[in-house]
């Protein structure tokens, strides 16, 4: 497994099984350590749970994730080492891997009992005994707190900017290379006498007079060259 942040839900699950198909060789040939080697060497947390939900199997990312020893989770279950909320969440998502028999991929916040609280991506996907019977659920996630927190601050960011934009007095848009509006100011709205519907994805060039249309075209050219600035002067078809 990589440790990028960002993966699509078929390469989780090819990761997964692939995980899955080695765990269960490796038993069949190497039932201890061949297991906690290959384990141990992967940087995410791993975990395996039985039906009743007490961890049978943990490698050391999940117990320092979790602060704790193997031996203070085997055996445990959620409710014994996170929260009550937490853990009847972690509880409800087992079941629907058992029930249905598919692998899941959702973002969550992990509570341990004994360290901060973290934004996590986890897998996860029923166990297959010999019988091919579902025997527990095999679990891996990894921390991604710091993309959560970046997506947070550019929320934030995206707010304030679009709070500053819709109350000031100048026009201000943007459009993409083809002149088709992508943002317009409500100053720039109510200028024209149009909704924000009416203008996003139509291009700008009817609104300016039919007289002043070539020159702003030559301008607009200026915007793909260094030092990529245009200025130009135009008359527009407004509703005033």
Known sequence: MTSDHRKTKAQLIEELT??????????????????????????HAVFCKDLEGRFIYVNNSYCRT?????????GKTDFDIHPESAARQYRDDDRKVVESGIVTIQVEEHHPLDGPSSFVQVVKAPVFGQDGEITGVIG???DITDLKNAEQALQES???YRQLIEHQSDLVVKVDIQGRFLFVSPSYCR?????????????????????DR???????EKLFAPPYRAYMEQRAMTSR
Do not use: C
């Not at 006498?193 to 291009?203: D, F, V």
């Not at 070539?214 to 607009?220: N, P």
């Open 140 to 142: 891996v996630f990894w």
């Open 18 to 43: 692939i995980l899955r198909a080695r765990l269960a060789r490796s038993e069949a040939a190497h039932p201890s350590s061949f297991f906690i080697s290959l384990m141990d060497s992967i940087p």
């Open 191 to 211: 200028l024209f006498g149009k909704s924000e519907e009416e203008l996003l994805g139509n291009t700008f060039m009817p609104l300016v007079h039919e007289e």
């Open 66 to 74: 979790e602060h704790k020893t193997p031996l203070e989770i085997l």
């Open 214 to 220: 070539d020159h702003t075209a030559r301008e607009m």
């Open 158 to 160: 995206e707010t304030k």
